[in-house]
């Protein structure tokens, strides 16, 4: 089965810098990269997603870059806001119309914000 | 109001009981997922269902068992044999298609072995 390794585990910057967290896969066949938010006490949410086609998607202040040869992708915050504190979770999956889909996360990434 | 509720919210249970945490959507997803979250750590693959009556293990399913018998519902069991159950447990439910691929995810249930 797939195996998703997720560094750092812990992550502090100031608040108005960038972050970066990456995860690795091992499944070449993965072809669907979720993002999910967890803030404390809360459900995750999903916040952004990227497929095996693109190279890179943004949505405002949240970017994923994806680099299929290398096996790994990243999520980039910028202008990081202390509302941006929480535990982000990546996943690699693999879509195929009527194959069971095992959905796999990272370690967690506990990213705090600092005023 | 759509959406995937699991309950209890706080559960206790004593040594050597089984137990069983609810999961319910009416999202009218086929696919259906039990997480195990322990403090500091990520979301561990328990047991995941793409259909009525089949299901799969995850990577950690020894100690638990689920059924599968209705669309909306996916109910876990923390059998006597799971060692260290205290943990935070958490559904979650998509659809199977190729385009609209979100999990959503209940809000949790708190088991404590006391």
């Known amino acids: 089965g797939e195996n998703v390794e997720q560094h750092p585990s812990t992550l502090s910057v100031q608040e108005g810098d960038s972050a970066v967290i990456k995860c690795t896969y091992s499944?070449?066949?993965?072809?669907?990269f979720p993002w999910y938010k967890q803030e404390l006490g809360k459900r995750p949410q999903l916040i952004i997603d990227?497929?095996?086609?693109?190279g890179e998607k943004k949505d405002q202040r949240i970017a994923v870059t994806l680099n299929k040869t290398a096996k790994h992708f990243s999520l980039h915050i910028t202008e990081t806001q202390p509302e941006d504190s929480a535990v982000y979770f990546c996943?690699?999956?693999?879509?195929?119309?009527?194959?069971?889909?095992?959905?796999?996360f990272g370690s967690g990434t506990q990213l705090t914000v600092l005023p | 109001d759509g959406g995937i509720t699991q309950s209890p919210k706080y559960l206790f249970r004593k040594e050597g009981q089984n137990v069983t945490l609810s999961c319910e959507q009416n999202?009218?997803?086929?696919?259906m997922y039990w997480y195990r979250q322990d403090p500091g750590q990520g979301l561990r693959l328990i047991y995941y269902?793409?259909?009525?009556?089949?299901?799969q293990k995850g990577d950690i399913a020894e100690g638990y068992s689920v059924s599968r018998e209705k669309k909306e519902s996916f109910p876990l069991t923390v059998t006597s044999a799971q060692k260290n159950p205290t943990a935070f447990y958490l559904c979650?439910?998509?659809?199977?298609?190729?385009?609209?691929?979100?999990?959503?995810f209940g809000q949790g249930t708190r088991l404590t072995v006391v």
């Open positions: 979650a439910s998509s659809l199977t298609g190729t385009v609209n691929t979100e999990a959503f």
């Open positions: 499944d070449s066949a993965s072809n669907y």
């Open positions: 990227i497929r095996s086609n693109v």
């Open positions: 996943a690699a999956i693999r879509i195929s119309s009527g194959s069971a889909r095992q959905l796999t």
């Open positions: 999202l009218n997803h086929d696919a």
């Open positions: 269902s793409q259909i009525v009556n089949d299901f």
